[in-house]
């Protein structure tokens, strides 16, 4: 729908896997209750709970209990203190499905919580989606540079993570950023709205392109999961670290704004959104994932006619940047491989991602239904 110089769109996102974005908060293990034979989760009102256990005059048993590393989990120790299991509603402010993350009280860690709204329910920002499409217009536009120009690009990075000496993280850090924000200025900043700063982000052409939030999604539709790594030989390494994801299958709506006095001059369209996408998720196979087990060891949701996108936090480096899209296959692996063994603990081995055939040379998953599954791996499509 246009209506005046802003056209309108729908468009669908469909969860292909656990898809986790922070809020900034997590609990430890000793502020929610776990009912193993529900396998459910609560998550309570951290107010409430105090308000209850002064109520019960027990707070100063709970501050005890917390100061205590083998006092147990919170349930045994309100069980301990008399509250029954029905009581627990009195402070609970959701529950969450546990999933295959809660397996016994060893393995059990702190939960990273999932953003939530206003009304306490969780929503995918629009900012999200965003970043994830400008990541794919980013490699899209990279793609389609003169080769020599290319090169000369990957000189310049190379040269910012070169100059500056090996394992000075900061300088490191310093210098990559400044030669990032150069790379990124010179593909989006095209709008000349402010020409004595042209690296200014009114001069960005993402400006031309709006993302609404997702609208409130229902709280049974999130599940627990621990963050795991798969190796190119298919080995797998749970992490201790639960966090609150969507669970896959999951159908999510958004509204995308143009503006197309903007768009029409930075050369953007929802069709070009569709064909960066198709080719940053082409590139991130060829160039990474293909160097893991065959998907078959994953489980699989189809979405026809969707494009792929990764979007959430674990879902990996490769899927948030575009060295492999700017350097291609052989190169991109020769730099990730240089760059993550710098700024990496030399326990992570990095400098044998060459030698092993991709780089990261784990992959993140995440278990669902006891079954592996690719983290933050989504359908997205846009609609009339």
Known sequence: MILGHIEKRRALLKTLSPVFIWSGANINKKEYVYFPNRRK??????????????KRRILQEYVKYLDNPDSGDLLAFLRRQGVQDTEIKNFAL???????AVVDHKSRKGIYLFIKGADGMPYIPGSSLKGAIRTALLAYFLNGLPEAVRENCTK???????NVGRRNIENITKSLDKCAEKLEGDIFNKL????????????????????????????????????????????????????????????????????????????LSFELIGKALEYFSKTYEECFSSAFPSNEQFANINMPGG???????GAGFVSKTAAYPLMGRKEGLRYVSSLLNDFSNASHSHGKDMEIGASPHMIKCAVYQGKYWHMGKCGFKILV
Do not use: H, Q
Not at 156 to 162: A, T
């Open 192 to 267: 000349e709205l402010y020409k004595e700063r042209p690296r200014d982000a009114v001069n960005d052409l993402m400006r031309g392109l709006s993302v609404s939030d997702s609208g409130p999604l229902p709280k049974d539709c999130m599940v627990l999961c621990k963050k795991t790594d798969m190796s190119v030989k298919g080995r797998m390494k749970a992490i201790n670290l639960f966090r609150e994801c969507i669970k896959p299958g999951l159908d999510i709506e958004f509204e995308l704004a143009m503006d197309l006095s903007i768009a029409k001059k930075a050369g």
């Open 94 to 100: 959701y529950e969450v499905d546990a999933g295959d």
């Open 41 to 54: 989760v609560i998550i309570p009102d951290l107010f409430k709970l105090y308000g209850f256990l002064e």
């Open 156 to 162: 310049e990075v190379w040269n910012g993570f070169r």
């Open 307 to 313: 494009r792929i996108l990764y979007l959430g936090g």
